[in-house]
């Protein structure tokens, strides 16, 4: 495996500043398909995407509407002018979100972001539309479980990440144990003894591999082992791993292979060993919901669409709870009279008339309350946990506090 510059690891509240940045690039809209948006990978360099873009550039020339071919022009144009500070990306990779946004009164103004995103971007990805493409930045985005993956037998060992979904493979490592084969004699007990010392010496070796990649990040979840046969309980059992890192062993599985492919058997393998633990998490947390509740005048907890939202409005929570079985949507909406009125409905047929003028209302916003929930949680910083909505303690989230309730950081009243 290639020693690669690793990915960068942003800070929380260089994440959090990420965040912020996105919430204005997803905000904005663009009066014809003229927002730009690139995303470059770490390994592609920059010349390479400057051509790419001169090559959009002079194809956007044919744009029918002048407005509009002038803005994609503009905005083509401004992104090779700010990718000239690079020659090849950061470790991980640019995204590029540039356009004219409508600001209303027939005017537009320019918004420009180039960004290093929180991991490394995939594929490189060229877009003109009248929205920016943000997608793959929430995947990135999303709190994610980390546990430590080692694979081995005698032979070979592979160490990686398993992050969110991804499995990122750290090390793969073989080994110089000599193979068994038969011999009789002296010379047999000889050969046992080089082979015991030569299985020791490949444990102690990924023992302190296995230190030097897991035992500096407290996020870490758990570690599961996997490996053909006896070996991999060996290792686990005889103490080559550090003992803090001991304790987090979630559980031993058998794979078939010791390399990268042995990583992803060994994720799958261990499925239902973190599905439980993901479980184990959402109890936990409705449980520390409860005790809150339990306490006097409610204690740290809020619950309930509105004294959550106005909770997250004054950056009161540490943690959100959302049930992930809730279906509803926060409408903008606004009648012929220009009346306008933001509302949580459960489904959108059922849209009430205009209070004031009696007039239909037609919807200008619709965004999903879960989504538009776990945008205000980030904005504040507050963690978002989704409670599933099968588990007993998802169920109870749903029917006693609608779906939304929240650990607060101090009380609100
Ligand atoms: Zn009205």
């Known amino acids: 495996m290639p020693e690669a510059q690793g990915p960068t690891k942003m800070s929380s509240r260089d994440k959090y500043r990420f965040r912020r940045a996105l919430e204005e690039i997803e905000r904005a809209q663009g009066r014809g398909t003229e927002l730009v948006s690139v995303y470059v990978p770490p390994d592609r360099p920059v010349f390479d995407v400057t051509n790419y873009l001169r090559g959009e550039y002079s194809q956007s020339s044919n744009i029918k509407s002048a407005s509009t071919r002038k803005h994609v022009m503009q905005a083509i144009e401004s992104i090779i002018n700010r990718l000239k500070q690079w020659r090849m990306p950061p470790p991980n990779g640019l995204v590029a979100f540039v356009g004219h946004k409508d600001v209303g009164a027939d005017q537009t103004s320019m918004i420009a972001y180039v960004l290093e995103p929180p991991e490394p971007v995939v594929s490189f990805l060229y ?164 005790d809150e509740i339990r306490k006097e005048e409610g204690g740290l907890s809020a619950y309930g669409e509105d004294q959550v939202r106005h909770a997250l409005e004054l950056r009161a929570v540490d943690t959100l709870l959302i049930s992930e079985g809730l279906r509803k949507l926060r409408l903008q909406v606004r009648c012929a009279n220009g009346h306008e009125e933001t509302r949580t409905v459960a489904d959108e047929a059922t849209l009430p008339k205009c209070p004031t003028c009696g007039a239909d209302f037609a919807i200008v916003e619709r965004r999903d309350i879960v989504d538009e929930f776990g945008g205000l949680a980030d904005a504040s910083n507050a963690k978002v946990e989704l409670i599933s909505a099968d588990s007993a303690e998802g169920e109870l989230m749903l029917k006693a506090f609608g779906g939304i309730a929240a650990i607060l950081r101090y009380r609100v009243t």
Do not use: W
């Open 127 to 290: 877009r003109c539309d009248s929205r920016f493409f943000t997608e793959p930045l929430h995947e990135m985005l999303a709190e994610k479980d980390v546990y430590g993956l080692i694979v081995i037998d005698q032979g070979e060992s592979t160490i990686g990440l398993l992050e969110g979904k991804r499995i990122n493979p750290i090390k793969n490592v073989q080994s110089l144990v000599p193979r068994k084969h038969r011999i009789g004699g002296p010379s047999a007990r000889r050969f046992e003894r080089l082979h015991e010392q030569a299985v020791h010496e490949f444990f102690k070796k990924i023992g302190d591999l296995t230190t030097e990649a897991f035992l500096t990040r407290r996020d870490l979840k758990g570690l599961i082992i996997g490996g053909p046969g006896y070996t991999k309980d060996a290792f686990v059992k005889e103490g080559y791993l550090h003992h803090e890192l001991q304790k987090k062993v979630l559980g031993t599985f058998d794979v078939g292979y010791t390399d990268e492919t042995g990583l992803r058997e060994l994720v799958e393998n261990a499925r239902d060993v973190l599905r439980d633990l993901d479980l184990m998490r959402e109890k936990t947390l409705v449980q520390r919901l409860m």
